[in-house]
């Protein structure tokens, strides 16, 4: 294969394994991946090098590329997106001449930015793995490369080379143990330029006001926002889980936020369920993500703990607010009546409804139609939501300029995420006069290894509370089948544990490892310090002795494994063993004799074992001098044993001597 | 090194910006494979052990081919990619792989530019893998010392000195036969014509001895190489002075290769005509290693001092 087809081969795969985690994470849209996709598959599969664009092409697609990435939402979501969008798109046109011996660093860095946004994306524990496979594959790649290159330049002293496993292992597992200190060492500090709009934007998740056709940066973060235990319940019920962070019920043309305005007569800081006497109970939580909420079971009555140095103060509509800067983890108890929901109770600004929504009457109206109370109209909705309308993620989700969002998924797009469903369902509520709000929160989470929940961003969720028959109500319109729920062992339990020990680990220390886990961990190797030293110098003497043993060892091993191979054959061995034996019983004068005089006088000594003494030494002259393979070596060690016995048994005296005597 | 500095900071710049711990583990692993690049390639130079030898021999200004063993003493690691050169000198070779405890013949084609007697140059060992972020290098220093003959040239003019002082034509025969004068004994070299052997002193030295005879219709020929100067400070001189040297060298080589008897004298000292390889070596060896001298230092022998003479002379 010629050197330049090589290089592009690797070039495609490469590429390939880079762009990987993108559609996985749902960072990047599959018409910006399609073309790059074509492109490295095409390179790593052609059978003849590609030609680069010409360069009128290039200039041609450069603002083609730009007016794409704008039009696919710019930095709308973040700047994670339209970078990715940008390098797969300029490395589509690159990418051909990156293969070149040579080629443009420009091609290069494309490629590095695709892999940066796949990894940026990714909370998954399988990204360690992926990095390193990364990193092995860039290895071998580099090195091959190099080697084509001397050998293209005529430098080599052979046809071109592979760096071989055990390079490349042991970079990889040395960059790995370099990695781990670095990556706890490096500072968490907070960026300047994080609040502005080059900021990176919270991937999708909790958010404490709603925009429609705007979730986020990523479609399935794993990132832990926070875990829940209930120490005083041994088989929490699986509903316990929905807990929210805000409830909004001001809608404006496709955005949510908590009204604050007092409206006569139906403000009331009273939460009817929680005030009915059932039995409360405790949800210990420990929030991990930065923002200025706490999250609460729907049904909580108070916050009964937390910590002292964090100011918690009641905000609109039940919530609760702390302040942005609040050293995170935060640990706090909430009581809470699981049967209820704790909301204040409604006022005027749960029946608002935008202008011009007629349209929304009438749905409302057919859909509920034969219901005879509100129950059954808000569930009627909410089956009709559940069965009649798509669930999707996809980004691209926008109504036309000047139209409502929610009238858009009704009546037009019919597919949306969690919250167009809810805000549709509040709003249809709102026009039978059911009050109903939007909240939002989490819901479901899953098993953490013990008794607890981690609740992760993708879990973030929007439903409904309606105030029916004098409560308020929990329904949630999105299709069951795409609610966020709880993950649960099936089978092999025990390695299920296992794993979620490993990816509590990953949650815990890698993921959310923040600022002030490094102070933490700085306080503790204060206080820990001295006493580790004194074990680490114990550990580190006993390895060091035990090295020091284990060298020794090998060394002494070694020393008997390449005796033969320096020494002497082991063919050779054994003739000289036997001549010993033969030396020490008289049989042979001395060393002077060469190996068939000194089989003469063994013969001589030893007629009934002559075949024997005949096939060790034309073996040992086979071997030595006509550079035949070694004989069996268990014959070999058959017939030298017997030899010696049968010398050591013969004792033969000096005078019965009989072979001729060697020259000189 | 260049994309690896560029990406690096980008990616301290998107971590820090953006506080994700993913990057933060990239930015330590990009960083990590930097040091572990710079560790296994500085373990890889420290296992490697490399001994030079020439290969024949050495005419300045002509490709050489040196011999090099590499050895690496790595119990582990490979050696992977190690480029190796001669310090000062041109040409470089590339080990692809010289596994662990195993050893690596190489041939490096390099060119000395000077003639003399030089040490031999140390050997240059660089290694870029695993990762090309430096190159990481060691010299070797070299035992012995190689012997460099004056620069071959096509288009030196062959001039007599001494008794037979006449042109000769190139590529014309002149003299060859059996029969004439002995002029002295050697050892046998390849390539002697065996009627030649001296039976009696080789069955007393008990190693095989020739007759080197002289042509009786072949007079005695010298190449006669005035080394004194006018001015010994003159560079140009000097440039030129070389220049002489390397034309005499070549067309002493010429008429040997024909099988002419060729003789050397260069200032006091004077070579005998003879053939073979020996004369050729003894007469490279003297010019490889003469130097000039200024005015009145080593004249030529009256016998020598007339035409024919390889001499400069300053330009009126």
Redesign the interface.
């Known amino acids: 294969m010629k050197p330049s087809l090589e290089r592009q081969r690797w070039v495609g795969v490469l590429a390939l394994l880079l762009a990987l985690p993108l559609p996985v994470t749902g960072v990047s849209t599959w018409p910006f991946l399609i073309p790059y996709a074509v492109v490295a598959a095409v390179m790593a599969a052609a059978r003849r090098p590609l030609r680069p664009a010409p360069a009128w092409l290039e200039n041609l697609l450069a603002p083609a590329i730009v007016v794409a990435v704008v039009l696919a939402g710019g930095a709308r979501f973040g700047i994670l997106r339209p970078v990715s969008h940008l390098a797969l798109l300029l490395a589509a046109v690159r990418l051909p001449t990156a293969s070149r011996r040579g080629g443009t660093p420009l091609s290069s860095l494309m490629l590095v930015l695709v892999g940066v946004a796949g990894v940026a994306s990714s909370t998954h524990p399988i990204l360690v793995l992926y990095l390193l496979v990364v990193m092995a594959l860039v290895i071998t790649v580099v090195g091959r490369w190099s080697s084509l290159g001397a050998w293209e330049a005529g430098a080599s002293a052979g046809p071109a080379g592979w760096p071989g496993v055990r390079v490349v292992a042991t970079t990889v597992v040395l960059a790995s143990l370099v990695a781990a200190p670095l990556f706890a060492l490096f500072p968490r500090l907070r960026s300047p330029l994080a609040s502005t709009p080059l900021g990176g934007r919270p991937v999708s998740g909790f958010r404490e006001s709603v925009t429609l056709s705007n979730i986020g940066d990523i479609r399935q973060s794993r990132r832990v926002a926070l875990r829940i235990g209930f120490p005083e319940a041994r088989d929490p019920d699986p509903r316990w889980l929905r807990l929210t962070g805000a409830t909004l019920n001001h809608y404006r043309r496709g955005t949510w936020v908590t009204g604050t305005r007092t409206e006569d007569g139906l403000e009331g800081a009273v939460t009817p369920a929680a005030s009915g006497g059932a039995e409360l109970r405790i949800a210990e939580i420990s929030l991990e993500v930065p923002g200025e909420r706490l999250f609460v079971p729907v049904g909580s009555a108070r916050l009964s703990e937390w910590p002292d140095r964090v100011r918690v103060r009641p905000g609109p509509l039940g919530s609760w607010r702390i302040s942005r800067s609040a050293p995170l983890p935060i640990r706090y108890q909430a009581e809470f009546n699981p049967e209820a929901v704790a909301q204040p109770l409604p006022t005027h600004s749960d029946l608002s409804l935008p202008e011009n929504l007629e349209r929304l009457e009438e749905l409302a109206h057919s859909v509920t139609g034969e219901a005879h109370d509100d129950l059954m109209a808000a569930t009627l909705l909410e089956y009709h939501l559940q069965d009649s309308y798509g669930y999707t993620t996809a980004l691209t989700l926008d109504s036309p300029f000047g139209m409502d969002p929610v009238e858009w998924f009704l009546f037009e797009g019919r597919r949306g995420h969690c919250e167009f469903f809810a805000s549709a369902m509040v709003l249809l509520l709102r026009t039978r006069g059911i009050p109903a709000r939007l909240q939002v929160g989490y819901l479901g989470g899953e098993h953490d290894g013990g008794d607890g929940f981690l609740v992760r961003d993708a879990n973030a969720h929007a439903w409904v509370v309606a105030f029916v028959d004098g409560v308020w109500r929990v329904f949630d319109p999105t299709p069951a089948v795409e609610q966020p729920g709880i993950t649960q062992a099936e089978g092999l339990r025990g390695l299920w544990t296992g794993w979620m020990r490993v990816e509590q680990f990953w949650d815990r220390w890698i993921l959310t490892f923040s600022l002030a886990d490094q102070v933490g961990l700085i306080r503790w190797l204060a206080e820990k310090g001295p006493r580790l030293a004194g074990r680490a110098a114990i550990w580190v003497g006993a390895a060091v002795l035990l090295s020091a043993l284990a060298a020794g060892i090998r060394k002494r091993a070694g020393r008997r494994r390449r005796r033969p191979r320096h020494a002497a054959e082991a063919v050779a061995r054994e003739l000289e063993s036997v001549l010993e034996a033969a030396r020490r019983s008289g049989v042979l004068p001395g060393p002077s004799l060469t190996p068939r005089q000194a089989a003469d006088r063994l013969r001589a000594c030893l007629p009934d074992e002559e075949e024997k003494i005949s096939w060790l030494v034309t073996a040992h002259e086979r071997r030595r001098y006509a550079a035949a393979g070694p004989p069996p070596a268990s014959r070999l060690r058959a017939v030298a044993k017997a030899l010696r016995i049968r010398l050591k048994e013969a004792g033969v005296e000096p005078d019965r001597r009989t072979a001729p005597k060697s020259p000189g | 090194m ?2 690896f500095t ?2 690096v900071l ?2 301290a710049m ?16 990009a ?3 930097f ?3 710079g ?2 390639s500085r373990h890889t130079l420290g296992h490697l052990e490399v001994t030079a030898r020439v290969r024949g021999e050495t005419f300045a200004a002509a490709p050489v081919r040196l011999q090099l063993t590499l050895t690496n003493s790595s119990r ?3 050696a ?2 190690v ?1 190796c050169r001669l310090q000062g000198a041109p040409g ?6 010289v596994p ?1 405890g195993r050893v ?1 013949e ?2 490096l084609p390099t060119v000395f530019r000077r003639r003399g007697e030089h040490p031999l140059p140390p050997v240059c060992l660089e290694v ?5 972020f430096f190159i990481k290098s060691v010299r070797v220093s070299q035992p012995g010392r190689v012997l460099v003959y004056p620069r071959r040239v096509s288009s030196a003019a062959g001039r007599w000195g001494g008794r037979g002082d006449r042109q000769w034509e190139d590529g014309k025969r002149i003299g060859s036969g059996r029969g004439g004068e002995v002029e002295l004994l050697r050892e046998f070299h390849s390539g002697d014509d065996r009627r030649d052997i001296h039976w009696k002193q080789t069955a007393r030295q008990q190693r095989l001895i020739v007759m080197e005879r002289r042509d009786p219709r072949d007079p005695a020929r010298f190449l006669v190489l005035d080394r004194q100067l006018p001015r010994r400070d003159d560079i140009q001189l000097l440039d030129r002075f070389e220049d002489l040297v390397s034309e005499v060298s070549s067309v002493a080589l010429r008429r040997l290769a024909h099988g002419d008897s060729v003789g050397l004298v260069v200032g006091g000292a004077v070579i005998p005509p003879g053939r073979g390889g020996v004369q050729v070596r003894s007469i490279l060896r003297t010019l490889a290693l003469v130097e000039a001298v200024g005015p009145g230092a080593d004249p030529l022998p009256q016998a020598f001092v007339r035409e024919g003479v390889y001499r400069l002379v300053e330009s009126p």
Do not use: E, I, K
Request: hydrophobic share 60%; glycine share 10%; net charge positive.
């Open positions: 260049g994309v560029a990406g980008t990616l998107a971590a820090l910006n953006t506080g994700n711990n993913a990057l933060y583990l990239l930015l330590a692993l960083l990590g494979a040091v572990a690049s560790v296994l582990w690691l490979p992977f990619g480029t470089q070779v590339v080990a692809p792989l662990p690596a190489l041939v870029r893998m695993p990762l090309p």
